[in-house]
């Protein structure tokens, strides 16, 4: 059986959990405390971050499809009335970015936004991409194939989804290391611990980066090619349908949320097979047991594992009564491991199916680019393992203290 961290500790009749995210055994291995939540309190408060929290995969799934649920809630409510105080003035480029930004708006203002942007995306998305996809995987492999061996994150699980980011969205590839750097400082602010020098940090960051942004527009402006950021700026002269600053916020959300979870998502994905010793290339050259294996790789230990939404109108659920801008916690990788969902949860199934994983999300801030992370995913692990046969794990691996994150700090392979 396996321990539950040592900060672990459940009360069952109130439904309380004391337990720090930041407990080393809880980082490298959150499972079993979710076995246990899921066993005993699927809807538990969580005392370190004050707020109810959903485990259960009905639950999660349909919290995320409940208008009475939303990412946002200053549309409903006021500063005064939250009892929040003002930003700080070393946020303002920060809190510009996230003003504009699709995953921190709600209808009628997210509808718009989404409709118009979801289709100059998903048009450069299509089958189009992947022998793109296939040469970008190979140049990488090419890099370190005669080194027998290779920190995988650094060489091939992060440029792999940012180079293909960065050439979707029109972002010359020699800004993309900059690129990476404004979006760790950005990404920071979403983790479990804050402090004012990482505030400092990812405000520097939004404003360098959105003065990038709105050069590359420029450019496009003058010259528009077949990318996303020409059909932003196109948009914008055909109607005054975006604004420049959502044109900007927009871009700087892609080319973040773009890359961050699938660097995370090919690294876990690689780990799991390697620590299994499963070889994936009699399912990976078989279109439809490749689009299996991929989905059973992000449900298994996805990248992404807690995400909040704010109580709009007073309720109740499962017993909880929740006020009107309350937040609440949905447990995406705890649902994803729900025995009353998902056979043997705890076991990789290649060619499980069907695979209700909720590591995309549901309902209307799903995300975008699912379609583009699968596609890296099924690309990246095929070129990854046919090019390199014998790949097996060189030093064991260690995930960052990064929860709700999950992501390795280093995949040192050999072969
Ligand atoms: C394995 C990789 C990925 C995972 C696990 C992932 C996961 C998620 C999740 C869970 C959400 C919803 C958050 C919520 O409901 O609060 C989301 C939203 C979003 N994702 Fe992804 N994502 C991945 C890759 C990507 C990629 C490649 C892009 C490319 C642009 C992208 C762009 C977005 C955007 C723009 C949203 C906001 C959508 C909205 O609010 O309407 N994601 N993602």
């Avoid at 991409?129 to 080194?147: K, M």
């Avoid at 294996?293 to 929740?322: I, K």
Wanted: proline share 7%; with cysteine; hydrophobic share 40%.
């Amino acid at each position: 059986m396996t321990l539950l961290p040592p900060t672990f500790a459940l009360d069952e009749s109130s439904r309380s959990l004391s337990l720090d995210p930041r407990d080393p055994a809880f980082v490298q291995d959150p499972y079993p405390a979710y076995r246990r939540l899921l066993e005993r309190a699927p809807v538990f408060h969580w005392r370190e971050y004050d707020h109810w929290c959903f485990a259960r995969h009905d639950d999660v799934g349909a919290l995320l499809r409940d208008a009475r649920f939303g990412r946002q809630v200053l549309h409903v409510m006021s500063r005064a009335e939250l009892g929040w105080p003002e930003p700080p003035a070393r946020l303002t480029p920060f809190t510009a970015y996230e003003r504009h930004s699709l995953l921190e708006l709600e209808p009628p203002e997210h509808t718009r936004l989404r409709s118009l942007v979801n289709r100059s995306f998903l048009m450069r998305v299509t089958e189009r991409l992947r022998p793109r996809l296939e040469s970008l995987a190979h140049r990488l492999v090419d890099g370190f194939e005669s080194r027998g061996e290779v920190e995988l994150l650094d060489a091939f699980a992060t440029p792999l989804p940012l180079l293909a980011i960065c050439d979707v969205m029109g972002m010359p590839e020699r800004r993309s290391r900059e690129l990476l750097g404004w979006s760790d400082d950005i990404v920071a602010m979403y983790q479990a611990r804050r402090d004012p020098d990482l505030e400092r940090r990812a405000a520097a960051a939004c404003e360098a980066f959105a003065a990038c942004v709105r050069e590359l527009l420029a450019e496009r402006r003058a010259r528009p090619t077949d990318d996303v950021l020409s059909a932003l700026a196109e948009s914008q002269v055909a109607g005054e349908r975006l604004t420049e600053a959502e044109i900007v916020s927009t871009a700087m959300l892609f080319l973040i949320a773009g890359h961050e979870a699938t660097v995370h998502g090919i690294g876990n994905g690689v780990k799991a097979l390697l620590e299994r010793g499963l070889d994936p290339r009699a399912a990976l050259v078989d279109p439809e047991r490749a689009v299996r294996l991929a989905e059973e790789l992000l449900r298994l230990d996805t990248s992404l594992h807690l995400f909040t939404r704010y109580v709009l109108v007073d309720t109740e659920v499962d017993g909880v009564r929740l006020a009107r801008g309350d937040r609440v916690g949905l447990l995406l990788a705890a649902a994803n491991h729900d025995p009353s969902r998902f056979e043997s949860p705890h076991e990789l199934r290649p060619d499980r199916s069907p695979n209700p994983h909720v590591s995309f999300g549901g309902g209307i801030h799903f995300c975008v680019g699912a379609p583009l992370a699968r596609m890296e995913l099924q690309v990246g692990l095929r070129v990854l393992f046919e090019r390199l046969p014998g790949l097996s794990l060189a030093a064991p691996p260690h995930y960052r203290d990064t929860y709700h994150f999950r992501g390795l700090e280093a995949l040192r392979l050999r072969w």
